[in-house]
């Protein structure tokens, strides 16, 4: 379904990316580790046309995507939904706006300039806040909305897209554990119902481990293990985060599994 | 070396103290070249003006009091002049209205192409940019008064002028408004596969319109005043009226159409602030 050949990312000396190759054949909900500077977010970035690749191939559904220009570039980004750590929604618009602009791909230039959203672009908006808790926000502006929330209505945005794919790059970096939980829930929860792969940028071990069913961890911008979560040793682990190792662990104790311990402890 | 450095230590403290003194006899004799190029300066205009430059200084502080005086020798009766110049104002008002409003128009359109995170092209960017710096570098009198010779006595040549001199002007401020919003609504957009024109609409604009409304209001105050100015090279209103009762030295009308104008600065400025104050919103 998704291949990754050969990409590699140089920014000027600076190999952000270095020949890396992954291959997804069925649906799954993949994490991605590595110290920070480790080539992760970049590559992200990379399959979703942020940012251009110095060499290699993505092929999607036998198609490469580097090689979209202009209106097929638009709209693979529109097929590859992305979510950021810091959200990256308009903060000065209100909620429900913020999730149709989900569908700006599909909207002719004077459609969209116009704010002319269909009743069913509403309809599906208000239906996916709802499916996500955040209804009751609909008609207050982003930026009003706590960070936790702010990254479920960026989620809603990205299902509003009707992806084939869903990136999510560092999407609880910056959120407190229960909203982290929260989050990772949320997108579990749309790669079991709908089947769509999740790629997805963790720095913390634990929360890669509690949620996905393939690891890969990146270091110096290659990608040095790719395998199930349970042949993740420690000592494999520690090598991945190199000198940031204690954090990544110490994040365990202070991200996902603190709160679900905490909240079975209390259910 | 050591003792070298020594005696260069001597020399250069000597040359230092050489160096001071020289600077204190040349700050001397420059502030009593400055002082006698005042003085004589100042005997110059005196014995060139047709009256004497102290009078004029006192005639200076003497013209606003005897034109009070002469606007209330009759009483209240200047009053009803503002009547009689409220035409003038509202042709003044429009004038500055709807430069304002091209100006800032063509102020958009320019700045979106003047913006580093909006245009990847860095000549586009240049190219607008000095066009800009072009358009506001020249004042609106200079510009009015080429366009007043060519096309005659009216307001259209002193609206053009005040619209090129908006457009650079706004067209700056505006830039610089974009290049400062936030990156990552424009990024989240481009990541759902939104256009270019999409993601100023949606993740620009709604960040600068605040900011855009404040200059815009700033601006119009500002073109009020112009297009008084300008009244006064020919392109009519109030300013024009003004010119003409000044040269007359009738003191009654010249109060009431400066009254006019001091009203029309105090009421843009709580229409501005009211404005503002809907448009955005009270959150922070």
Known sequence: MLKIINISKYFDQVKAVNNVSINVENSSMIGIIGRSGAGKSTLLRTINRLTDATSGEILFQNQNILNFKKKDKLEWQKNCAMIFQQFNLVPRLDVLTNVMLGKLNEMSTVRASL???????????????????MMQTALQRAETLSGGQQQRVAICRAMMQDPKLILADEPIASLDPLNARLVMESLRKIHDEQNITVICNLHTLDTAKQYCDRIIGMQNGEIVFDDLPSKLTNQKAREIYGAEADEAFEGTMTSVSLESADIKKTA | MYS???????????????????????????????????????????????GSFQRGLSKFFDYPVDLFKEAFESGWRWYAYVFKYLPDLISTINMAFFSTLFGAIFALLLSLFASKNLIKNQYIVTLS??????????????????FLYLMGKSELPAVIAIVIHTSGALGKLFSEAIENADNKPIEGLQSCGASWWQRVRFAVIPQVVPLFISYTLLRLEINV????????????GIGEALSAVIQFRYGDEIIAIMFLLVITIISLDYFSRFLRGRLIGDNK
Do not use: C, Q, W
């Not at chain 2, 506001?136 to 009198?141: C, D, G, I, M, Q």
């Not at chain 2, 005043?225 to 009519?236: E, K, M, Q």
């Open chain 1, 115 to 133: 704010k002319l959203f269909t009743s069913e672009e509403r309809h599906s908006a208000l239906n996916l806040l709802n499916k996500f808790g």
């Open chain 2, 4 to 50: 070298d450095n020594i005696l260069g230590f001597e020399t250069i403290e000597k040359n230092l103290k050489a160096l001071a003194f020289k600077r204190l006899i040349y700050s001397f004799i420059s502030i009593l070249a400055i002082l006698f190029l005042l003085s004589s300066g100042l005997t110059i205009a005196e014995e060139n003006n047709a």
């Open chain 2, 129 to 146: 940019r000095r066009t800009m710096d072009i358009l506001r570098s020249f004042p609106e009198l200079v510009i009015a008064m080429i």
């Open chain 2, 225 to 236: 005043r112009a297009s008084t100015i300008l009244g006064f090279v020919g392109a009519g």
